[in-house]
């Protein structure tokens, strides 16, 4: 929680950058980037920090493990700052030995943390939690942003090198990095972008808890534990889908917002077999009466 203390103010300096820093590095403010990896560092270690909060008794496998991510993240960070200080890129440089010894830096850090969060992962699963839905919706939350993070991987692999010397790897397809984009995010719209489906599956680590508090608020009266956990077990494998789904899209050079018949037709076929599975879930649920009988 002190990281992410530091994230935050971070997020606020970087903030202020992007409004009197006039500098643009690919298409963006030069601050951007620093306020994002920022915002999405003060999200993933609270969600971390909670999640390590449920456990039942003290991990100290789980403790050393998250003071790792903390070390690897604070890593990151320093590149991502520094360079954005330097006036140039973080990621893909190796124009120069500095740039290069940076990014590979990072490379090595972003491994370790995925290892980390792994080992994380594991303790989790092995203490049972009380709350049965709550468990599942952290596991799952855990793994599918472990999904989140191999997304990224075909950003660094050699058909991905734009063909300009000195930069490894990129994160649009079809297009160059730093072309149009969406507001804020900057993800590509007029080709594929590998950022979406690493997003996407980077915040299953808060959608999943999300959606088992809305389950248990809202709904908890009309629903048993085993038929939350089955309709978190349901939203856990679609949005595992869609990631996978938002990658494949990207990797066929196709902007987000411009689907073809092919990925439309996938995602219809996504929405209909997850209604239809969570249709079946709540048709097959215990009656709250039944269930107190029971």
């Not at 997020?11 to 620093?34: E, F, M, Q």
């Not at 930069?167 to 080709?191: K, Q, Y």
Request: glycine letters at 10%.
């Amino acid at each position: 929680m002190v990281f992410v203390s530091a994230m935050a103010v971070l997020a606020v300096v970087s903030a202020v950058g992007i409004l009197a820093d006039p500098r643009v590095l690919t298409g963006a403010p030069i601050w951007l980037k620093p306020f994002k990896f920022s915002v999405s560092f003060v999200l993933y270690g609270t969600t971390l920090a909670w999640m390590l909060s449920l456990l039942p008794r003290r991990s100290r496998i789980a403790e050393w493990a998250g003071t790792v991510i903390v070390a690897m993240s604070l890593v990151e960070m320093v590149v991502i700052v520094g360079q954005a200080l330097r006036g140039t890129t973080s990621h893909y440089n190796e124009t120069t030995p500095l740039n290069a010894a940076l990014w590979q830096a990072m490379g090595a850090s972003i491994l370790v943390l995925f290892i980390a969060h792994f080992v994380i992962g594991i303790v989790v699963l092995r203490q049972p939690i009380a709350d049965r839905a709550a468990a599942y919706a952290v596991g799952l939350g855990l793994g599918l942003s472990l999904l989140g993070m191999l997304t990224a991987v075909p950003m660094v692999l050699p058909s991905q090198a734009p063909g300009i010397e000195g930069i490894t790897g990129a994160h649009s397809v079809g297009v160059p990095d730093g072309g149009p984009g969406l507001p804020l995010v900057g993800w590509s719209t007029t080709g594929g972008d590998l950022r979406i489906g690493h997003f996407v599956g980077l915040h299953a680590l808060q959608a999943l808890p999300i959606l088992a508090i809305l389950l248990s608020r809202f709904l908890g009266a009309r629903l048993d534990e085993r038929t939350r956990v089955r309709l978190l077990v349901v939203a856990g494998g679609a949005y595992g889908v869609l990631t996978m789904l938002l990658t494949w899209q990207a990797l066929r050079g196709q902007p987000l917002l411009r689907p073809d018949a092919v990925t439309l037709a996938a995602v219809a076929a996504l929405v209909v077999a997850t209604a239809t599975a969570a249709g079946v879930v709540v048709a097959r649920r215990r009656r709250p009466e039944l269930a107190l009988a029971a």
